[in-house]
Structure formats: C-alpha cells, structure tokens
C-alpha cells in the first residue's frame, strides 16, 4: 500500500529564516506530487506541483519554492522566511496514470513564523 | 470558470442526528470528478470519494451517503446517526477533464460539530 511521509510536524522559525520540508511517497511509482497551505480560514491554497522529476509548476507568485530532486521525494523551501508565510502546510501525492485521480495527503507540517 | 461552494460555514449538531452538508459546484467541462475528504483536529485530509459526471447513482458507505444532482449541480454529503468521532471539517472539491486535469477546486469547507 502507499504512503506518504511528510516531516516535520510542526516548526517554529525565525523570521528571515531558510525553510526546507521534506515529504516522501512510498509504495508508488511517477506519482504526481502537491504542496498545499492552509492558512487559518481553512481554505486550501495549491503551492506547487509536479509530474515528474525537475518538472515544477508554481501556482502563486510567492516567497517558496520547490524542488523535486527523486521521483518520490518533493522539498519546500524559502530563503528568507516572512511572517505570511505561517500555515499549516499539506503534502499530496496522486497517481499519474488515469485521469481525475483522489489525492492522497501527509499529516502536515505546522509552521509559525516568529 | 470552475469554483465549488459549500455555503454552510459550521454546523452543529447533537449526537446521533443525521446532517448533511451541501456542495455545489459550477464547471463547463462535460465531463468532470467530483470529491470529498474529511480534514479531522488533527489535520490531515481523508479521501472519501471520488464520484464522476457520469455516474449519477447515489452512494451509500455506511452511515455515510452521497447525493450526486447534475440538474442542480450539486453533490451533498450525508451522515446519518452522526457521532462525536464524525466532528471534522469537511471539503468538497472539483476536477476537469479537459486540460489540467491533475489539479483540485477546492470549496471553503464545512466545519462539522457533533456534540454528545
């Protein structure tokens, strides 16, 4: 069966501050990948995601970036963290093959910029 | 333009109460999938179901039953003896056939309390 690991569960970080969170999908292969925040109004807001390795597609202009450096393993960083960019931060992973697939989410990270 | 609305904010019921929470959806694709997850205390987002255009029949998953209404765009979710452990926020969301299909529409959520 697949899973997916996302770390760290919560984080607490000085403004101006380099950011980096991992997730990791296992029991799958070529999955498509999604970064997600979820500010406090619960909206879900699509960061990133990605078909394959290298290939990112940005959603929002914005102070994160991400990389995909293995087929399972998709990274969120910042260079310079600001205080909008405390969130609750999901990782997804769906099957590639077959259209509309269900995403499938990590159990988040909880950032507080300070 | 796609765009799901699930007009109910919060709702709050007693135990044992059967709820059902409303989802509808706007989208030109004829062809399109619909979804709802359960997002606990806890945080993580629970798949439900998934459910096409195509298929109108309604779902039944225990306590839990869907209502898919292409006529008025809907796709209500119903729980039915609802329990505390039901308590969650709930999102219903959307996906296109056409183009990008690899990303969701997101509604807002419902914010579901089941009080003992």
């Known amino acids: 069966s697949q899973t997916i690991h996302q770390w760290p569960a919560t984080l607490v970080q000085p403004v101006g501050s380099p950011l980096s969170l991992e997730c990791t999908v296992e029991?799958?292969?070529?999955?498509?990948l999604y970064w997600y925040r979820q500010a406090a109004g619960r909206g879900l807001q699509l960061l990133f995601y990605?078909?394959?390795?290298?290939?990112i597609s940005s959603e929002v202009p914005q102070n994160l970036s991400a990389s995909r450096p293995q087929d399972r393993q998709f990274i969120l960083s910042s260079k310079k963290l600001l205080l909008s960019d405390s969130g609750f931060y999901l990782c997804?992973?769906?099957?590639?093959?077959?259209?509309?697939?269900?995403?499938?989410f990590g159990d988040g990270t909880r950032l507080s910029i300070l | 333009a796609q765009k799901v609305t699930q007009a109910q904010t919060e709702i709050s019921v007693v135990e044992k109460e059967d709820v059902t929470l409303d989802c509808v959806y706007e989208?030109?694709?004829?062809?399109?999938?619909l979804f709802w997850y359960k997002q606990p205390p806890s945080g993580e987002l629970v798949f439900l179901i998934r459910r096409n255009s195509f298929d109108e029949q309604n779902e039944i998953s225990g306590r839990y039953s869907w209502n898919f209404q292409k006529s008025t765009s809907s796709f209500n979710f119903t729980i039915t003896a609802s329990q505390v452990v039901d308590s969650a926020v709930y999102f219903c969301?959307?996906?296109?056939?056409?183009?990008?299909?690899?990303?969701?529409?997101w509604g807002l959520g419902t914010s579901l309390a089941v009080n003992p």
């Open positions: 997804a992973w769906s099957h590639r093959q077959g259209k509309n697939q269900p995403q499938h």
């Open positions: 990605s078909v394959g390795i290298g290939q």
């Open positions: 969301a959307l996906s296109g056939h056409a183009g990008n299909n690899r990303k969701l529409i």
């Open positions: 989208t030109r694709d004829t062809t399109y999938y």
């Open positions: 029991g799958t292969s070529n999955p498509n």
